[in-house]
């Protein structure tokens, strides 16, 4: 079992930076994926980013690629979302989440462990 906390969300201007971190409390599998996902109210929970922690390959919403940068830390098991040129449409409860298959996949029903959620709004 894992547990995941993100941390890192708030309020900035548009335009504006925030890095989310998210947190393990331990390895427990031989290769896995850790990645971003973001809800708005009234929306499905989409697919943000995320890397593989074996292979350190990445992947990108269209919507955010070119903006945010996923990043981990491995001594500390530790996955970051740095998010930049922060748009109100990026305004969403950010999940970071585990999936224990081989390759990334964008489906949030793969992902097997789950984040409380960290909120950002963006907004003037």
């Known amino acids: 079992q894992v547990q995941l906390v993100e941390s890192g969300g708030g309020l900035v201007q548009p335009g504006g930076s925030l890095r989310l971190s998210c947190a393990a409390s331990?390895?427990?599998?031989?290769?896995?994926?850790m990645g971003w996902f973001r809800q708005a109210p009234g929306k499905e929970r989409e697919f943000v980013s995320a890397?593989?922690?074996?292979?350190?390959?990445?992947l990108y919403a269209d919507s955010v690629k070119g903006r945010f940068t996923i990043s981990r830390d491995n001594a500390k098991n530790t996955v970051y979302l740095q998010m930049n040129s922060l748009k109100p449409e990026d305004t969403a409860v950010y999940y970071c989440a585990v999936d224990q298959s081989l390759g990334i996949r964008t489906a949030p029903l793969g992902y097997d462990y789950w984040g409380q959620g960290t909120q950002v709004t963006v907004s003037s």
């Open positions: 331990r390895r427990t599998f031989s290769s896995y994926v």
């Open positions: 890397i593989s922690w074996t292979y350190g390959r990445t």
